[in-house]
Structures are given as C-alpha cells and as structure tokens.
C-alpha cells in the first residue's frame, strides 16, 4: 500500500447519500455525529446498528484488519495463579485456574462492510459519555469497571495491539458490559504502556480517581481477595458474575 492510497480522501458527503438511500435504512429516522473528525457516524433511532462513515481509506483497511485477527482469535485464556511462601524456593501455589474469555464480550461489535460507501456498519452501543452524570455511573459500579477495562487492555496486549486513544471516551457499554470502540486508531504492535497512561489520565482527568495504579485481571483478583478477605476463587466469581447497576 503506497502513500497516496493509504491516505486517500474519501467522498464523505456522496458515501453519506449512498448509506441513507440503502433500504435497510432509508426511511429511518436517524442523527448524524462526528468521531474525532476522521469520520461520521449515523445513528438510526429505530435500528440497533450505527453506519460509520470515514474520511480516509486507511481507517477503513485498519478495522478490516483488526476484524481479520478478531475473527481467528475468538476468546483469550486468562491464568489465575497464586502462591503462598515469603521464599521463592519454598512458595507454594495456593490457587491455579485458568478462565476463557470472549474478545468479542469486550469489544464493539462489527456487522459489516460497505463497499459501495466506503463504511463501516456496528452494533449500536451506549456511549459511556452519553450516559447523563456518567461519573457516577462508574462510581456505582467501580468493580465492573475495573474488571472490564482490564480485561480489555489484557486482550489488547495478548493480541499485539494497541488502541492509542483508551479513554473514556472511546469506552461503551454493550450488552451488560464495558467495551471499548473508536477502533480505527488502532496500532498492530503492542506499545508498553501507553494504553495504561491514557487511560489513568483520562481517569485522572475526569475526577473519577486520584491515586491509583491500574491492575491486569491477575492482580485484581488477589488485591480484592485480601481486601475483602475473601478465597481466590470467591473473589475471581464475584468479578465474573458482576452485572451493571444503574
């Protein structure tokens, strides 16, 4: 892929007329939001999908890719594995499960691809920003959150990836869980740290934390069981069966 064609601007207000005069869409009522500046979204009131239109080839051969590597890898395998003993020589693993994970749980949901508008069709999520005191809709379900979104940065760095842009304005929430979105701004190498940084000081940013260090699934696990006293195995099943509250 050239220069020329991986920046190539597209038609944005043509595709934009061809997506509304498709018939699955074409006479539903629908708003139309700008993400970032790099595309358009178009948001039906009555269907449960989004249309995506982009500015630029290269964003749509991103989420192309992305899906390809999605589709082979459908769940991630997440250790749980704990010792006991102050010496390494003489620790003993207290607590050794492994649980699988579906990628697509924690992911936007892509339905397809439109060739003949240069777009992208998604499942319709909620925008956690959306949500009206949002910042208290995280508070109420702080663990949730921190389960899911770790969960998320666990499978980004499993999958070589990062997202470049994890934020609280790139998270959502579909079927009952957190799921990060904005996916064009991926980057098919895994950046130590920057995923983690952005979100903190997002996190920082919009009052939800001041001091805090973010946790993989792992440590979550083990500093909620000592917290909380509770088992290991307690403790990773009440992560697991957690559900939002309003």
Known sequence: MN?????????M??????VLNHETVKNEKFKITSSSGSSNILIFENLDIVVQVYNFKKSIEIILTLMKILKHKESIEINFKFFSGTCFRDRIIDFNVS???NVMDYVCNFVSHD???DSIVWKKLIPLKSIQAYESFVRNNWKKFLWDTSIILFILNKL???HSDFTLDNLGIYNGNFVIYDLDSIKFEYIDGLDVNSFINSLRFNSLIKDWKFLFPRDLVSKFSKMEKHTYLETLEMFRELELQK
């Open 99 to 101: 649980k699988s994970f």
């Open 160 to 162: 070589n990836l990062t």
């Open 3 to 11: 220069e020329e064609s991986e920046y190539k601007s597209l038609s």
């Open 13 to 18: 207000h043509e595709n934009i007329k061809k």
């Open 115 to 117: 060739e003949s508008s």
